[in-house]
Antibody, heavy 118, light 110 residues
Framework: QVQLVQSGSELKRPGASVKISCKTSGYSFREYAMNWVRQAPGQGLEWMGWINTNTGKPTYAQGFTGRFVFSLDTSVSTAYLQISTLETEDTATYYC???????????WGQGTLVTVSS | QSALTQPASVSGSPGQSLTISCSGTSNDVGGYNYLSWYQQHPGKAPKLLIYNVSNRPPGISNRFSGSKSGNTASLTISGLQAEDEADYICSSYTNNDILVFGGGTKLTVL
């Protein structure tokens, strides 16, 4: 079955970087776009943007430009989210989500909690 | 782009039906049929319930149904069950070529 398995929780200091992986299986990786969604503790979902898994072209939502980078390794059917110069406000659970039908996400990864604290 | 507007909470008794609304504008909910609903249990990832306003993915119970009228979409849950207690979140494509989520609605089964 289709699965998205994300890397484990991270504890980082402000100013550090983090790279989250989203390993997929059960489908043809290049046929579906991959989206990233952030959920701060106790808050709602926030769309970060998406990456075209065929061309590798990323598109970032407002507020997620500059320090956020989406990338791929198609050889292992894996998407990545890298966040640099971490701030305490980046503390959140980050989800990858396959775009099954246009603008709908199914399934989602299990989420990766990134905690930024000094 | 502002988030879509959902009631913060709703509640119902087992067996009842209830509806959760998701309000937007003609730039998002009213302008496109790319309206989805997700269910999220505490500590879990969201799960797609409805896409394209009213379509259910395989494996989703027909107790869940979606509709839209103007700038407001609705998710109806019939035959409420204890396991339905969760957060429900809507999302919509927008004319800025971005996707926005609602703030989420916490459903309590009494």
């Amino acid at each position: 079955q289709v699965q998205l398995v994300q890397s484990g929780s991270e504890l980082k200091r402000p100013g550090a970087s983090v790279k989250i992986s989203c390993k997929t299986s059960g489908y043809s990786f290049r046929e579906y776009a991959m989206n990233w969604v952030r959920q701060a503790p106790g808050q709602g979902l926030e769309w970060m943007g998406w990456i075209n898994t065929n061309t590798g072209k990323p598109t970032y939502a407002q507020g997620f430009t500059g320090r956020f980078v989406f990338s791929l390794d198609t050889s292992v059917s894996t998407a990545y989210l890298q966040i640099s110069t971490l701030e305490t406000e980046d503390t959140a659970t980050y989800y990858c989500a396959r775009e099954g039908s246009p603008n709908s996400f199914d399934p989602w990864g299990q989420g990766t909690l990134v905690t930024v604290s000094s | 782009q502002s988030a879509l507007t959902q009631p913060a909470s709703v509640s119902g008794s087992p067996g009842q039906s209830l509806t959760i609304s998701c309000s937007g504008t003609s730039n998002d909910v009213g302008g496109y049929n790319y309206l989805s609903w997700y269910q999220q249990h505490p500590g879990k990832a969201p799960k797609l319930l409805i896409y394209n306003v009213s379509n259910r993915p395989p494996g989703i119970s027909n107790r869940f149904s979606g509709s839209k009228s103007g700038n407001t979409a609705s998710l109806t849950i019939s035959g409420l069950q204890a396991e339905d207690e969760a957060d429900y979140i809507c999302s919509s494509y927008t004319n800025n070529d971005i996707l926005v989520f609602g703030g989420g609605t916490k459903l309590t089964v009494l």
